[in-house]
C-alpha cells in the first residue's frame, strides 16, 4: 500500500501504542519542560535511541497538547436510564469544555449512542483525563473519538 507522507491521523488509546513511541513522547516532554538539556540526555532518560526520537518525533504527540482551540467530535454507547445524559454533560462541563452539539440515538436494547462535539477551550482541563472521566461512569459502554478538527 501506498501512504502519502502526512495523509491520515489516528486517535489511539495508550495502550495501542508502541511502546517506542510512548518513550517518544516522555523524550519529547522532558524537553519542553527542561528537565534535560539536550537530546542525548533526554533519549537516554527515556531509553530510546536518537535514531529513534528523531524518526518519531514529528509523528507523534500527547492528544491533549494539541486539542486547545478544537473540536473534538466523539460517540458515547450508553444505557438507557434517567439522568445519565446530564451526568456526561456535568462531566464536560466541570472540564470547562463547551458542548456545540448533541445528538442521541434511539435506544436499542436499552443502549443509545450519544453522539457530542466539543469545543476545547483554553481553560479546557486535560482532554484524555476528561475523556477517561465520562468513560468511567456507571452505564457508559464506551468512548470513541470520531475527529477532532
Known amino acids: 500500500?501506498?501512504?502519502?507522507?502526512?495523509s491520515q491521523y489516528f486517535v489511539l488509546k495508550e495502550r495501542a501504542v508502541?511502546?517506542?513511541l510512548l518513550r517518544v513522547v516522555e523524550a519529547k516532554r522532558l524537553l519542553d519542560t527542561g528537565k534535560t538539556a539536550s537530546i542525548q540526555e533526554?533519549?537516554?532518560k527515556a531509553g530510546i535511541s536518537r535514531s529513534s526520537f528523531y524518526k518519531y518525533k514529528d509523528d507523534i504527540f500527547p492528544f491533549r497538547d494539541t486539542a486547545r482551540g478544537k473540536t473534538i467530535t466523539m460517540?458515547?454507547?450508553?444505557d438507557d436510564e434517567p439522568g445519565l445524559l446530564s451526568v456526561v454533560l456535568k462531566n464536560i462541563a466541570e472540564f470547562h469544555a463547551n458542548i456545540l452539539t448533541i445528538h442521541q440515538s434511539i435506544p436499542v436494547n436499552g443502549v443509545a449512542s450519544l453522539t457530542l462535539s466539543v469545543d476545547v477551550l483554553p481553560q479546557t482541563g486535560d482532554v484524555t483525563?476528561?475523556?477517561a472521566h465520562v468513560e468511567?461512569?456507571?452505564g457508559i459502554h464506551s468512548i470513541r473519538i470520531l475527529g477532532q478538527e
Do not use: G
Open 1 to 6: 500500500m501506498d501512504r502519502k507522507e502526512n
Open 18 to 20: 508502541p511502546e517506542v
Open 42 to 44: 533526554a533519549t537516554e
Open 75 to 78: 460517540v458515547i454507547q450508553l
Open 129 to 131: 483525563e476528561m475523556v
Open 136 to 138: 468511567e461512569q456507571p
